[in-house]
């Protein structure tokens, strides 16, 4: 309607809900929406908590306002919108602030106006250094123990909390465990993975997010990943080669905590002996008679767990060791392509071979310059029989070849000849 004093709504709060900060401002506005000048009018501000008690904050009329004592300091009445400044704010402040008005227009003898609004005040708290806790307080062994980590303010509201171990955020697994708010996390059961330093952050939306001091967690663990190594000799998988007088250092090896304990044990005829304790072992090369069998045992003490490596020790001169090995390499290499060569089917040469297969029969007389000529060689199984093998290329042979005579056979009984001949 264009007659202001016809709405149905005189008074307008642009929010009904208010977020303030600890100790800043916070107006509670509101607009008007009738001509000041002509009306008179008179109203109270109160305020109720969150436990129910209620107090009148301010009391006004057209041209003064009373302010309670208990917030005089504090709250600032606006005139003549009737808006209400609140400086300071703190977690008391929290509640509904009524707004209670009156109005009665000069032109409108007898007739009062009622306008009641409410508006809801939260009152956030930046968040304080959060602070952590670690039960148990102590180290703990991997597969036997749970953690539980706990995080807390000491001011803040609407706080939220994360988890960091070596900066890196932490989210759900099967074996971590968070509380609604995320203020708890528990690991069960614990792993070597597990261990590191821990933080955790709490920030809500009215400041930056707090780190808390960074708390270690220490596992127990292991052995993992035993070997057993030298820098000196030749090693193939698990033989060491060594020269003869030679002094030979081994290292025993493992990932642990606490660091393991190490046993050297010489196994020689289904017998076994303890030489020596510790990560290093010794052995004077001469005192071998032949190849010995060594095995480095590694036991946490904590964790009760042990494992063990096994190698050979090998007196040998490297040199020949090496010949050794490149011969038997090739040897391998010449029987792969012997075996390919004579396997495949079109490459394959026959152990037999079979002249013309004509009727002839030879006379032993016959020239030998005759015997030259294109022989085929066909594989034929079995041997051949003594009518069939017969041939002018075979005349002066002592005996009939079987089956398998060789290339080489025939060609040693070719006749040598004169060099001319070979240009008739």
Sequence with gaps: SSDPLSTSEYIHIPSLVHHGIEGKTLLLSVETHFPLDKAEIQGTWSHTSPSGARVTLVTFNEGSAIVDMMYRDRLIFREPNVSLIIKGLNPDDEGDYQLNLNIKFRNKTGLVFKEERTVHVTVDVPVSIPVI??????????????????????????????????????????????????STLFISPVKKE???????????????????????????????????????????????????????????????????????????????QVITEGPRL???????????????????????????????LVVASLGTAVITVCSLFIIGCMLLFFIIFTCHPKRGLSNCFVCDMTTHVSTGHEDATEDFGIYEFVSIPGKMESTQASCRSLARLESVQDMHTTIYDVIRHVPEMQSHSLLK
Aim: glycine content about 6%.
């Design 133 to 182: 806790e670690k039960s148990p307080s102590y180290a703990v062994v991997e597969d036997k123990a749970n953690v539980t980590w706990t995080c807390s303010v000491e001011r803040g509201t609407r706080v939220a909390f994360l988890w960091l171990r070596d900066n890196i955020v932490l989210g759900h697994n099967g074996r971590y465990h968070f509380s609604l708010d995320n």
């Design 282 to 312: 010794e052995v004077r090369s001469y005192r071998l008679a032949q190849a010995e069998e060594y095995l480095c045992r590694a036991f946490n003490n904590v964790t009760q767990k042990q494992d063990e490596a096994q190698f050979t």
């Design 194 to 272: 597990d261990k590191g330093i821990y933080q955790c952050v709490a920030i809500n939306p009215v400041s930056y997010s707090r780190k808390s001091r960074a708390v270690e967690l220490t596992v127990y663990y292991g052995p993992y990943n035993l070997e057993v190594n030298s820098g000196q000799g030749l090693r193939t998988g698990e033989v060491f080669t060594i020269n003869p007088g030679e002094l030979v250092f081994f290292e025993c090896q493992a990932d642990s905590n606490p660091p393991n304990s190490y046993v050297w044990i010489s196994k020689s005829h289904n017998d076994t």
